[in-house]
């Protein structure tokens, strides 16, 4: 069976590039290259692929966009993120859009074939720079019942409510009737409660398990 399969990507070089690296594979047919969003929809809905590897920074739509987007302009064409960018909050963010693969773009010629067939095959596929990643945030995701949100006082869910509206530590300490340095404190332990990489990553993390949905 052939695998068809689009590229999408900023960079013309690598656009070329991997069309010439995939076109090596007998079982593997490069139908279309396209260097924006609005440009890969429309190559996409004329012509269906089976795969289509995508950028995360794309002009108009991201890739991430771009791939909630085809999940039903394209239901049949299964995603891969080929990108740069490593983090836990664009991983995530790819994986719920409903990438079927997320791969870092210094991954090997071999990994990249492989994963491109298992994908078109109906699985996921990730780097595995990023599984480890991947892992230790899903067994965070799976400790965060209430057991831990009841870990983060009354006060740290105000202070991460704040947070999350965009407000610095100094608005947040004149909006709560606090000095600033108490605000620092709250957040230093908010950060290590759950887990976080610094306030924003906090917030994101209190965000995606509901945290701030519930009413205190």
């Known amino acids: 069976m052939t695998i068809c399969v689009a590229i999408v990507d900023t960079q013309t070089l690598f656009r070329e590039g991997m069309k010439a690296l995939l076109s090596q594979y007998s079982d593997i047919q490069v139908i279309g290259l396209a260097a924006d969003s609005a440009t890969a929809i429309a190559l996409l809905t004329m012509h269906p692929s089976d795969v289509a590897l995508i950028e995360m920074q794309l002009p108009g739509m991201n890739g991430i966009a771009l791939t909630d987007k085809l999940q039903s302009l394209c239901p049949t064409t299964r995603v891969i993120i080929l990108t740069r960018y490593d983090d836990d909050i664009h991983i995530f963010a790819a994986l719920e859009a409903g990438a079927a693969g997320y ?114």
């Open 103 to 216: 791969l870092l773009k210094n991954t090997t010629p071999e990994f990249l074939t492989t994963a491109i067939r298992l994908v078109a095959d109906g699985q996921t596929v990730l780097d595995p720079l990023i599984t480890s990643q991947v892992i230790h945030r899903a067994k965070l995701a799976g400790a965060a019942s209430p057991s831990l949100r009841e870990r983060l006082t009354h006060r740290e869910l105000d202070v991460l409510h704040l947070v999350s509206a965009g407000h610095s530590n100094r608005e947040i300490a004149v909006r709560l009737h606090l000095c600033e340095g108490t605000i620092k404190n709250y957040m230093t332990r908010i950060i290590e409660k759950l887990g976080a990489r610094n306030r924003t990553h906090a917030a994101q993390l209190a965000i995606e398990w509901g945290f701030l949905d519930k009413q205190r």
